[in-house]
């Protein structure tokens, strides 16, 4: 397969998940952990965020960068005990919009110079969209397995990510990025609409 049908075809995946109606966290099982496992998976916020990470901590670098998906899925957790313990982020899903627009524009830029930059973006952006699964949660009843399966569906995406990345030409990872930035801009625009 060429560059061209590569990126036509990874475009057309991603646009696809696009938002139509509301985001993917209110409303759904928060019991017990595969439903921690499958929220990530079907809420296509997450997936594109997580699968983000991954690509990222391995673009353009020698080694991989696992400073990045660490620091994500530790924060997550940080962000999830936030929230159950009531403290909700103000603002967390556009923050978590926020996070797709940053990451795949990352992405589509080649990389950020800085490491510690890329570090810290990641961090910011687990804390929310930990703190979004966290404050679907009641403190106790069933929240540890839960957390448990969005941190290990969170890490399988980060590898995914990973994986997709050093086998992909830079080219398709650029689309990619420009798609799943475009994809959380418009999903930002629908929500302020």
Known sequence: MNKNKIGQTVLLMLVTLAPSVALAHPGHDTSGML???THPLLGWDHLLAMVAV????????SKPAWQLPLAFVSFMLIGALFGIN???????ENGILLSLVVLGGLLAVGRSSSLLLLTVCCALFGTLHGNAHGIELAAGHGAISYIVGFMLSTIALHT???LV????????LRVTGVAI????????????A
């Not at 930035?181 to 302020?192: D, H, K, P, T």
């Open 86 to 92: 009531g403290m909700a982020i103000p603002a967390v």
């Open 160 to 162: 995914v990510g990973y």
């Open 35 to 37: 439903a921690g496992i």
């Open 165 to 172: 990345a050093s086998k992909w030409q830079t080219i398709a």
């Open 54 to 61: 991954g690509m990222l901590a391995v673009m353009g670098r």
């Open 181 to 192: 930035a475009s994809i959380g801009l418009v999903a930002m625009l629908s929500a302020m």
